[in-house]
């Protein structure tokens, strides 16, 4: 929740360890059987990991809206790539005409109330082996 907002109720599926899910989801989630049920908080730190360590792009001044106060420590929010979910680009450092940001999760310094539910566990089947692994000749 945000603010007491929702972000999602839904089912979802996903291969433990697929790296799909939120590596701090997915740690809550690790051996829970059908019908176990677990609610909390995730610290912002476990979620989403050290926000110093996400990536860092180098942008162009004119890149940025021209009123914007360019210094380290603002942050603005941008568009995903080919319309996917918004971005914060943090200023880590102003150099001349060049803007160095790290690229954070927009939801990185915020705790986040859990509540899970699972409603089925499997195993699924390991794809097939390639032709050469086996000592095969491909055909």
Not at 15 to 28: H, K, Y
Not at 44 to 69: C, H, R, S, W, Y
Not at 77 to 100: F, N, P, Q, R
Request: charged share 35%.
């Amino acid at each position: 929740m945000v603010g007491g907002e929702t972000l999602e109720k839904s089912v979802v599926e996903f291969i433990q360890g697929g790296g799909s899910m939120l590596p701090g989801v997915e740690r809550l989630l690790d051996g829970l059987e059908k019908g176990a049920k677990k609610k909390g908080v995730l610290k912002a730190k476990d979620a989403f990991g050290d926000p110093k360590l996400a990536p860092v792009k180098k942008m162009k001044k004119t890149e940025f809206p021209k009123d914007a106060k360019l210094k380290a420590g603002e942050r603005f929010t941008a568009k995903g790539a080919a319309g996917g979910s918004d971005v914060v680009l943090a200023i880590e450092k102003v150099t001349g005409d060049d803007v160095e940001v790290r690229l954070v999760h927009p939801l990185a310094d915020k705790d986040l109330n859990y509540d899970f539910e699972v409603v089925g566990v499997s195993d699924p089947k390991p794809p097939p082996l390639p032709v050469k692994a086996l000592g095969l000749k491909e055909e």
